[in-house]
């Protein structure tokens, strides 16, 4: 057995109560505080913030491995073909019936951005989202969780208060239909590859479709 791997094997968890304590700060009490405290200009830049202390927090976890997350590498193509016929027809939909002028936006007018977007928000965004909203989430803190698809409700639900935020009842919901699929991809399929393939194709689709100002701080209005 190698030294590192030792190490690993006489980690342990740490107590209930510290468990608590970090679960609802990460995924309670940051977003809201986030939402609720800082400038729109500063919530990326928070966020960023909580989710290196997140990873910090899943390097740490007894029994973790990044290689780990290459298991169960196959991506069937029936859920990502159905999340993206779904995603693209409630995104243009939502366009439509909201904000019709900014139906296909930047495929139209920023070509360019769009394709630096698509490009960059699977490493910059769905990525580290996935670390920590999956692989921490169910990892770490799996004591805390409640069993069977109460976990998955749990965990979307915490997912959509992270995108507080934005301020937005769309966003809001969006969010929480999509942690129910990344968490059943995840949890259920045992795959973080597919979590990340869905994650990054569905939020593609929703700049493609003109959703962007949905999640843009700077078109941030807070209720208050």
């Given at each position: 057995?190698t030294r590192?791997?030792d190490s690993?094997?006489?980690r342990?968890l ?12 990460l995924?309670w ?5 986030v939402?609720?405290f800082?400038?729109p200009a500063a ?11 997140g990873i910090v ?8 491995c990044w290689?780990?997350?290459?298991r ?7 859920p ?7 995603t ?5 939909a939502i366009v439509w019936?909201?904000?019709p002028?900014?139906l ?9 951005l769009?394709?630096a ?5 699977p490493l910059l965004?769905?990525l580290?989202q996935?670390?920590?909203?999956r692989?921490?989430f ?6 805390l ?5 109460a976990?998955l409700v749990f965990n979307?639900?915490a997912?959509s208060?992270?995108?507080l935020p934005?301020w937005d ?10 942690g129910?699929?990344f968490?059943w991809a ?10 990340v ?5 569905a939020g593609?689709i ?19």
């Open positions: 057995m590192a791997a690993r094997k006489r342990r740490p107590g209930r109560q510290r468990l608590l304590g970090e679960f609802l700060l995924f009490i940051a977003p809201v505080g939402a609720v800082l400038p919530v990326v830049p928070a966020l960023a913030v909580f989710t290196a202390l927090l899943l390097q740490a976890t007894p029994g973790f290689r780990g997350l290459l169960n590498p196959q991506i069937p193509a029936w990502v073909l159905a999340l993206a016929a779904a693209l027809a409630v995104s243009v019936l909201s904000r002028d900014d296909f936006w930047l495929a139209r007018e920023r070509p360019g769009l394709l977007v698509v490009l960059l928000y965004s769905a580290p996935e670390l920590l909203y692989v921490l169910f990892r770490r803190y799996r004591v969780l409640p069993r069977g698809n976990g979307a639900a997912f208060l992270a995108h934005f009842w769309t966003v809001a919901v969006l969010s929480f239909a999509g129910l699929v968490g995840y949890h259920r399929r045992g795959s973080f590859l597919l979590a393939v869905m994650h990054a194709l593609a929703v700049f493609v479709a003109g959703m962007g100002a949905f999640f843009y701080t700077g078109m941030v209005e807070r209720p208050f």
